[in-house]
């Protein structure tokens, strides 16, 4: 119920990038990713479709109120909403604001927003580079939270919690998490490899996984967490004879989900 959480709870939203959903759920089921599963509870990652079929449009939709939403066919109620009228999916546990993005939305209400850039769409290099970023009152970008750094997401994990330290405790925060570690060239992740695939991006979401429970754990140390976990996009290793994404391919659109409300230190660190 996010309209409840909202002002009580810090909120933190991962987006793993171009993470494939069965690449997710394999490496949960091979025990590849202790933290995530843990937040899973042992239930599978949720199959989710996502409005875009790559980085920007995707992001756009997610910050406006449209997360990816479930296969089941039918109307969805969403976690966050702007008004908008004829909107038919916005119910009783819906977050509903004037503002365009839920992301301004929080800010206008006493959160501190932050964005911890990872692709090229956050690193505010250019003007269509912080389109994004500029959502947010902070945005940090550097290098090494790139793609082609090998410790991409200890370098961003580690900006995170210095932004936690420095926040008052009575302080809510919106954190958004772009993990670039999924994203190609993950062929870094996995020694010997030369080419991007399924078991090069697994190794990827492996070694990002053994960073996100430190920052999972520094907020839920801090307040109750409602946490959002999910692949923006797939991303295709020659299926069909497709590679990389921006193509309608199902398993470009099909990306893992999870949704929780934590109010507890979890276990795993």
Known sequence: ?????????????????????????????????????????????????????????AHQAFFAGFLPVPEAPGLHQRLFAAEFPGSETVGQGTFVYPEATWIEALANRGYHTTCIGGVGFFNQRCALGRVLPGLFQESLWRPEFGVTDPRSTENQVNAALDVISR?????????????????????????????????????ALAYADAHLGRLVAALARRAPLLAIVCGDHGTLFGEDGHTGHRHPHPLVWTVPYMELQLVSHPSHS
């Open 167 to 203: 926040l008052p405790a009575a302080q809510r925060l919106c954190l958004f998490l772009n993990v670039s570690a999924t994203h190609q060239p993950s062929c870094i992740f996995l020694p010997g490899a030369t080419a991007d695939s399924t078991e090069t991006q697994a190794a």
């Open 1 to 57: 119920n996010a309209r409840q959480c909202i002002g009580s709870c810090d909120v933190l939203f991962v987006t793993l990038d171009a993470l494939r959903y069965d690449v997710a759920e394999s490496a949960r089921q091979q025990g590849r990713t202790p933290c995530l599963a843990q937040l899973l509870a042992g239930r599978p990652w949720e199959r989710r479709l996502s409005p875009g079929s790559f980085t920007l449009p």
